[in-house]
């Protein structure tokens, strides 16, 4: 099992940032390494060390919920045995390793079929969140015992009603 992947994971992500994606594929090796109880030294091999560092950054940064889960998985791997331990290695893609070159190939070569193809849209978002909206001032409008009025309650600088 030794030097070998241990599985390919394929998860659907929407508007991800390449951070994320390989924070992401951090913590699903590591998630997947450490659950195994003949595992005790975990490479991480990674053409971004920025974005590892990341993982133990303690300061506040937008990708804390990575880290935590990761940090999680860590913190398991570790109470499991004082011998366990983790590397990271820095390989950049520039330098052609063959690796790189069979996970880009097998990256370009996937073609994921969305489950929704109409939902993953910015404008179905948009549009979704705007028909809540129209809802939402609908129903308020019904509510409303001031209809035929001025039904919209404005407020001025002191959050009091004001009269109109």
Same mark, same amino acid.
């Given at each position: 099992? #030794? @030097?070998?992947?241990?599985?390919?994971?394929?998860? &659907?992500?929407?508007?991800?940032? +390449?951070?994320? #994606?390989?924070?992401?594929?951090?913590?699903?090796?590591?998630?997947?390494?450490?659950?195994?109880?003949?595992?005790?030294?975990?490479?991480?091999?990674?053409?971004?060390? &920025?974005?590892?560092?990341?993982? $133990?950054?303690?300061? +506040?940064?937008? $990708?804390?919920?990575?880290?935590? #889960?990761?940090?999680?998985?860590?913190?398991? $791997?570790? !109470?499991?045995?004082?011998?366990?331990?983790? /590397? $990271?290695? /820095?390989?950049?893609?520039?330098?052609?390793?063959?690796? &790189?070159?069979?996970?880009?190939? /097998?990256?370009?070569?996937?073609?994921?079929?969305?489950?929704?193809?109409?939902?993953? +849209?910015?404008?179905?978002?948009?549009?979704?969140?705007? @028909?809540?909206?129209?809802?939402?001032?609908?129903?308020?409008?019904?509510?409303?015992?001031?209809?035929? !009025? &001025?039904?919209?309650?404005?407020?001025?600088?002191?959050?009091?009603?004001?009269? !109109?």
């Amino acid at each position: 099992m #030794a @030097d070998k992947p241990l599985m390919k994971t394929i998860h &659907h992500a929407v508007n991800v940032t +390449s951070t994320e #994606a390989k924070l992401f594929a951090i913590r699903c090796g590591i998630n997947q390494s450490s659950h195994f109880d003949n595992i005790s030294k975990i490479v991480v091999i990674t053409d971004s060390i &920025h974005m590892a560092q990341k993982i $133990f950054d303690p300061s +506040s940064h937008p $990708f804390q919920t990575i880290s935590a #889960a990761i940090l999680l998985d860590l913190h398991d $791997f570790f !109470n499991r045995s004082d011998n366990n331990s983790i /590397e $990271f290695w /820095e390989c950049p893609s520039h330098l052609k390793w063959v690796l &790189h070159g069979r996970v880009d190939k /097998e990256t370009k070569s996937f073609n994921l079929m969305p489950l929704f193809p109409c939902k993953n +849209s910015w404008d179905f978002s948009k549009k979704n969140k705007s @028909d809540d909206i129209i809802k939402y001032w609908k129903m308020s409008f019904q509510a409303s015992e001031l209809k035929g !009025n &001025h039904f919209l309650d404005l407020l001025d600088s002191d959050d009091k009603k004001s009269s !109109n």
